[in-house]
T-cell receptor
Framework: DSGVTQTPKHLITATGQRVTLRCSPRSGDLSVYWYQQSLDQGLQFLIQYYNGEERAKGNILERFSAQQFPDLHSELNLSSLELGDSALYFC??????????????FGNGTRLTVT | GENVEQHPSTLSVQEGDSAVIKCTYSDSASNYFPWYKQELGKRPQLIIDIRSNVGEKKDQRIAVTLNKTAKHFSLHITETQPEDSAVYFCAASERVRGGSSNTGKLIFGQGTTLQVKP
């Protein structure tokens, strides 16, 4: 168990809908990262938060947004969903936002299926 | 920004043989290189990592080598077993632009599907 908790495990929804994915980082970790993994694809970085502030942005669509709350949990909001948004969404955490050479610890992911 | 290329995309070996996966990175300032193993439908799990002040690191049957001059690093698995079958991802740290620290973000290679045949 990595200590990173993601809910829900599975989501099935229709095109055009909006969903929220939730992540609780490991105890003591201040940084949260969101990655998208489509079928047979690599891990595409979406966004990073550090201690409540956005730290880095990757190839995140404008339909997607995220935030990190004071208790350090994070939510990824996906709206106007399209079939191509179907993927595994991973959250990862690390102790610091910069300066560290720490591995990322991944949650078990949320599998999103858009029908 | 940083870019990581990983080869091969698929690798099939006989049980007991060795497997080697190679990655190259573009940013010479990258200084942290972890390797992750992902079994089907599961989360990526760290198996070994190396920092830029070290050329090689071993952990039982797994070793990683780093060539900073050539900007490439490799994963070596010896005496492969069927349970080693998985997708392996290399990654490199990203430097803050114009800075002396890392962003914390990891840039991943595209992954190598390793199949170990019994």
């Amino acid at each position: 168990d990595s200590g990173v908790t993601q809910t829900p495990k599975h989501l099935i929804t229709a095109t055009g809908q909006r969903v929220t994915l939730r992540c609780s980082p490991r105890s003591g970790d201040l940084s949260v990262y969101w990655y998208q993994q489509s079928l047979d694809q690599g891990l595409q970085f979406l966004i990073q938060y550090y201690n409540g502030e956005e730290r880095a942005k990757g190839n995140i669509l404008e339909r997607f947004s995220a935030q990190q709350f004071p208790d350090l949990h994070s939510e990824l909001n996906l709206s106007s969903l399209e079939l191509g948004d179907s993927a595994l969404y991973f959250c990862a955490s690390s102790p610091r936002g910069t300066g560290g050479n720490s591995p990322l610890h991944f949650g078990n992911g949320t599998r999103l299926t858009v029908t | 920004g940083e870019n990581v290329e990983q080869h091969p995309s698929t690798l099939s070996v006989q049980e007991g043989d060795s497997a080697v996966i190679k990655c190259t990175y573009s940013d010479s300032a990258s200084n942290y290189f972890p390797w992750y193993k992902q079994e089907l439908g599961k989360r990526p799990q760290l198996i070994i990592d190396i920092r830029s002040n070290v050329g090689e690191k071993k952990d039982q049957r797994i070793a990683v080598t780093l060539n900073k001059t050539a900007k490439h690093f490799s994963l070596h698995i010896t005496e492969t077993q069927p349970e080693d079958s998985a997708v392996y991802f290399c990654a490199a740290s990203e430097r803050v632009r114009g800075g002396s620290s890392n962003t914390g973000k990891l840039i991943f290679g595209q992954g190598t599907t390793l199949q170990v045949k019994p």
